[in-house]
């Protein structure tokens, strides 16, 4: 329990980071960039699988559409949504949206304890606040609503391949897996101009993408999300905003203000008393066994 908490609150503060490194390549192509990510990022999964002898899984029908369903909605869709929502009406609105994620994973872990349920929902007020609720635009709320549901596939599509797969599996092959499909996103909306030579700025930019944003808080999260499931896991997913707010702060790139230091407050209160509910019937159990 405890390697979960800690892998959960490592892998999406590190997904909040990429707000930030992601300025260092914004004159990249948008789309040839995440391209250029996710191969990057599948080659060094696929080797680290070859060097652990993890030997390629032939899956079931249901286990590859799941598979598939997880690239295309959690990978793909999710990043052209929120490059699109960012476009439309900035990028306070598709963060707002998204700081709703721990409420639906904890509807969706079943019937949630009464305490992770309340939880979820002073993480999603806290992420809300940390985010800043932008005015935004009907073409940028369907964008981001889209990004709603390509997050939330990312981790209850992920669920009944762990099993089998185990985290670094999944990472690896979903991520291969996407690489082909961005390639053909790209080439739709930035043609044969959709790769070319980073500068050393954009190169730094992406390699952190890749290796730290990618292929470490993708094998954090989805070993986390086997320890903990989809109700408790999703409580951490407040913590993307505040790992936005760090990294800006670190970079120079905007300081925190009152607003972002209440929200990430919020944000661990809320994970905070979810928590006490796992302790809770930890007790209890320890209690049954002993009586």
């Known amino acids: 329990m405890r390697q979960g908490i800690v892998r959960a609150a490592s892998a999406m503060f590190l997904l909040g980071t990429l707000a ?4 260092l ?14 191969l990057v990022a599948a080659v060094i999964l696929l080797a680290i699988t070859r060097v652990l002898g993890l030997r390629f ?52 872990g079943g019937r949630p ?3 992770v349920l309340i939880g979820a929902c ?5 992420a809300t606040l940390a985010t800043g609720l932008g005015s935004g635009n009907l073409p940028g709320l369907l964008w981001a609503l889209g990004a709603l549901v390509g997050e939330v596939c990312f981790s209850l599509l992920a669920i009944p391949l762990l099993p089998k797969l185990g985290a670094i599996r999944v990472s690896a092959y979903s991520t291969a897996l996407a690489v082909p499909m961005l390639a053909l996103v790209g080439l739709a909306y930035e043609g044969p101009g959709m790769v070319r030579t980073p500068t050393v700025a954009e190169g730094l930019g992406l390699a952190y993408l890749a290796l730290v944003v990618t292929v470490g808080a993708f094998f ?4 986390a999300l086997s320890r903990l499931g989809p109700g408790l896991a999703g409580l951490f997913a407040g913590l993307i905003p505040v790992g ?3 990294t800006g702060a670190v ?13 990430a407050g919020l944000v661990i209160a809320g994970i905070t008393l979810g928590l006490t509910a796992v302790r809770s019937r930890t007790r209890a159990r320890a209690a049954v066994s002993e009586a």
């Open 251 to 263: 970079l120079g790139i905007a300081m925190p203000t009152a607003y972002d230091l209440l929200g």
């Open 20 to 23: 930030g490194v992601s300025g």
């Open 25 to 38: 390549i914004g004159g990249y192509p948008i789309y040839g960039g995440q391209a250029v990510r996710y």
């Open 244 to 246: 936005a707010i760090v």
């Open 220 to 223: 954090l999260w989805y070993s």
């Open 57 to 108: 899984v032939r899956l079931t029908l249901r286990e590859a559409l799941c598979l598939a369903g997880l690239t295309l909605f959690g990978l793909v869709i999710f990043n052209v949504c929120v490059i699109e929502s960012t476009n439309a009406s900035g990028p306070a609105l598709v963060g707002t949206i998204l700081g709703t994620v721990p409420l639906w994973l904890a509807l969706a």
């Open 122 to 126: 002073v993480v999603v007020a806290g």
């Open 113 to 115: 304890a009464p305490r």
